[in-house]
């Protein structure tokens, strides 16, 4: 069974910074790894998709990255904004149809 | 407009009484799968539908039913729900056997006293 974590569980940083969100998966046999930002009362919305035969994706100001090996991804935000603030959540699997989901980083961006 | 919709949004219901969540999506997505999304615990996948009439286990499957006699509706049947079964549901939807990404519906809180 796959086992993801995310660190750090919450993390506050002003507008305009840099960040890094990272995720960690025990079972290096993963099938893709997704980033999904969640806001509250609402669904997951999809942010980047890396298949395993890739190492990285890119989406305006968003950069995911996944290194097999080492059994981790991160999730690159650029320039922060305000809007950004949510709780962003990494899944991944063994193949298509099972999927196993961290428990999130909650993101606060202070104007 | 492409959407997941569940239904209820909310309900608070009492031990013992059967429940049927609704879900449908208008996209013509073969793949469909439940999850339960618990504090602490990030979401944990249910039961999951490659196509009409096929589903399976996902890793918490017990005291849940699920149904796909059409390809847009995947109801998550609770028979006898318990406390344990109150938290927040979502419902995903995807094209089968790709790479692409799910659309999640904007989820079901249930509350069991």
């Known amino acids: 069974k796959q086992e993801v974590t995310q660190i750090p569980a919450a993390l506050s940083v002003p507008e305009g910074e840099n960040l890094v969100l990272n995720c960690s998966f025990t079972d290096s046999a993963i099938y893709n790894l997704q980033w999904f930002r969640q806001d509250p009362g609402k669904g997951l919305t999809s942010l980047l998709l890396i298949q395993s035969s890739q190492r990285e994706q890119t989406s305006g100001r968003l950069n995911a990255s996944l290194d097999k090996s080492s059994g981790r991804s991160t999730l690159y935000i650029a320039a922060s904004q305000p809007g950004d603030s949510a709780t962003y959540l990494c899944a991944g699997g063994r193949d298509f149809n099972k999927f196993y989901f961290g428990s999130g980083t909650k993101l606060n961006v202070k104007p | 407009e492409a959407q997941v919709t569940q239904n209820p949004r909310y309900l608070i219901t009492v031990t013992g009484k059967k429940l049927t969540v609704t879900c449908s999506q208008n996209?013509?997505?073969?793949?469909m799968s439940w999850y339960r999304q618990d504090p602490g615990l990030g979401l944990r996948q249910i039961y999951y539908s490659m196509n009409v009439e096929v589903t399976d286990k996902g890793d918490v499957p017990e005291g849940y039913k699920v149904s796909r006699k059409e390809k847009r509706n995947f109801p998550l049947i609770l028979e006898s729900p318990s406390p344990n079964q109150t938290s927040l549901y979502f419902c995903?939807?995807?094209?089968?056997?790709?790479?692409?990404?799910?659309?999640f519906g904007d989820g079901t809180r249930l509350s069991i006293l």
């Open positions: 996209m013509n997505h073969e793949y």
């Open positions: 995903a939807s995807r094209v089968r056997g790709s790479n692409q990404p799910q659309h």
